[in-house]
């Protein structure tokens, strides 16, 4: 029983035709994945962005906000964007900036912009 059982190791039943179809498989699938990649390569990618909302907090309440607005939108960043503000009343007399910008987020974060205010030191 063992002698029929190594005759059947033998055979080959897929023959060499199989390998020779692989090889040209695998060409033709390694050409389409290059093709793709080069397709890939020449698309711009996508840019994100985030939309933020700060409130820039005043020294005391004799601090002028007209030039702490200024002092801020004075911050110009590759990727940064200033929009719209407003005073908002915190409480006796006090009001806070709001003010909000676009960014693109590889370039510019939260924590650079939270430096960049936080060295008017006079005014916020």
Known sequence: AAEEEDDDDDIDLFGSDAEEEDQ??????????????????????IVAKS?????VKPWDDET???K??????????????????????????????????VVEDEKVGTDILE????KFEDYV
């Open 24 to 45: 040209e498989a695998a060409k033709v699938r390694e050409e389409r994945l290059r093709q793709y990649a080069e397709k890939k390569a020449k698309k711009p990618g």
């Open 68 to 101: 702490l607005e200024e002092c801020v939108r004075s911050i110009h960043m590759d990727g940064l964007l200033w929009g719209a503000s407003k005073l908002v009343p915190v409480g006796y007399g006090i009001k806070k900036l709001q003010i909000q910008c």
């Open 115 to 118: 430096e960049e205010i936080t």
């Open 51 to 55: 939309s933020i909302l700060l409130d």
């Open 64 to 66: 002028d906000m007209v």
